[in-house]
């Protein structure tokens, strides 16, 4: 089953973030997508975008390691969170239209750990779609467990210097 999320814009703080529909985090496909809007503040403010992801972590916050990775991540490739968006491609240097659709699907093994689900997020510029792996909490409500999409990607069309 794949589902598609649409976003009206990308929240610039916390608390906007947090007053989206999405963020109730009932729906395992809807806190995949916020990862995604999450990521995409980062590389304009880092600490409203580790307030976010700490929001979708819940009572698990991120590590000092968590965070170094992410830095390490974005050095000089800020479209990787971008291009989960549909139509985001390398042609198009990974812009994004809004309202903007975020798909996010399943597989047969998604829910093969008990109280975990593994979602899948197409990139307009890797082959294969990324991972978001999600966990259930007793208050019924989704959080973050671990993200596998800051992977490297295509260079935009605008980075590459043979064009």
């Known amino acids: ?9 990308i ?10 529909p999405q963020a109730a985090q009932t729906d395992e496909f809807e806190v995949a997508a ?10 304009k403010d880092r600490e409203q975008s580790l307030g976010m992801l700490n929001a979708l972590r819940g009572p698990r ?27 985001a491609t390398p042609d198009n240097d990974y812009s ?11 597989n047969p093994y998604t829910y093969e750990q008990e109280g975990y689900a593994k979602l899948y997020l197409k990139s ?10 999600l966990r259930k909490a007793k208050d019924g409500k989704w959080y ?3 993200q596998f999409l800051l ?4 260079q935009p069309e605008s980075s590459n210097p043979w064009a």
């Open 1 to 9: 089953m794949a589902k598609e999320i649409v976003f009206e814009k």
């Open 11 to 20: 929240p610039e703080s916390v608390e906007e973030f947090m007053a989206l």
């Open 34 to 43: 916020l990862t995604v809007l999450a990521l995409c503040v980062y590389p």
């Open 61 to 87: 916050p991120l590590s000092e390691m968590d965070k170094q990775f992410i830095r390490d991540r974005f050095m000089d490739k800020d479209y990787v969170p971008r291009s989960y968006f549909k139509g």
């Open 96 to 106: 994004v239209a809004f309202p903007a659709t975020i798909e996010v699907s399943d």
């Open 124 to 133: 307009g510029g890797a082959d294969s779609p990324r991972a978001v792996q």
């Open 144 to 146: 973050l467990w671990d």
């Open 151 to 154: 992977a490297d990607i295509r």
